[in-house]
């Protein structure tokens, strides 16, 4: 039982690279979200998704973009990627959402040189 | 919009010491509201969750936590610190009805002294 998968696990780019960082579940939740975890903040959400063909911003969208084709997965691009994108990004899963469970992937660590 | 507040960043107790990691939340209905832990160069994971049906809620590896509504808190607790247990700990908040957001708090790194 694969869970959520995300790859790469490591990741250096240089300041206006663009990339895409791969999310993947195979439980069939509706509901997957993209966070970035930096010291001190917590996990703050990019953006979410509430099943194939709808997403959503989170609080710290800018910089980012999401599509859901299919519901295993939610890949997030980057578009220009600039140093402040240096982080560790979490991609998660919810077979719902209120009182669910999040599933989560094991991290991407980003940097931006 | 729902929000947690945890205070500390960091806490540093002994081994066999209490452990109390705080959590507020900021709703004006009682939501959802979780524990998770990430261990060092890991995802997070689910220690306990309160959903309504009871207000002291035990979850693994021993930690539990009580929601009170007077006090809009939902502290997490554990009786006795392994050192296994130096992780970080971040408090969630769901709304109810509808897309709602799965929100975290900053953080607590906890911290076990020999």
């Known amino acids: 039982n694969a869970g959520v998968t995300q790859t790469p696990k490591f990741q250096v780019l240089k300041t206006g690279q663009s990339m895409t960082l791969q999310c993947a579940q195979d439980m069939n939740h509706e509901y997957m979200s993209w966070y970035r975890q930096d010291p001190g903040m917590g996990l703050r959400l990019i953006h979410y998704s509430v099943g194939a063909g709808i997403t959503d911003q989170g609080e710290v969208p800018n910089g980012y973009n999401v599509s859901r084709s299919t519901t295993e997965d939610f890949p997030l691009r980057l578009l220009s990627a600039a140093p402040s994108q240096t982080s560790v990004y979490f991609c998660?899963?919810?077979?719902?959402?209120?009182?669910?469970?999040?599933?989560f992937g094991q991290g991407t660590r980003l940097t931006v040189v | 919009a729902q929000s947690v507040t945890q205070l500390g960043s960091h806490v540093s107790v002994s081994e066999g010491a209490l452990v109390l990691l705080r959590c507020n939340y900021s709703?004006?209905?009682?939501?959802?509201l979780f524990w998770y832990v990430q261990y060092p160069n890991q995802g997070l994971q689910l220690l306990l969750k309160?959903?309504?049906?009871?207000?002291l809620v035990k979850g693994i590896n021993g930690f539990e936590a009580e929601f009170k509504k007077s006090e809009t808190s939902f502290h997490l607790t554990k009786p006795s610190a392994h050192m296994s247990d130096a992780a970080e700990y971040f408090c969630a908040v769901s709304g109810r009805g509808g897309a709602q957001k799965l929100v975290f708090g900053q953080g607590t790194r906890l911290t076990i002294n020999p």
């Open positions: 998660a899963s919810r077979p719902g959402t209120g009182e669910t469970e999040a599933f």
């Open positions: 709703s004006s209905v009682p939501p959802y």
């Open positions: 309160y959903t309504s049906a009871a207000t």
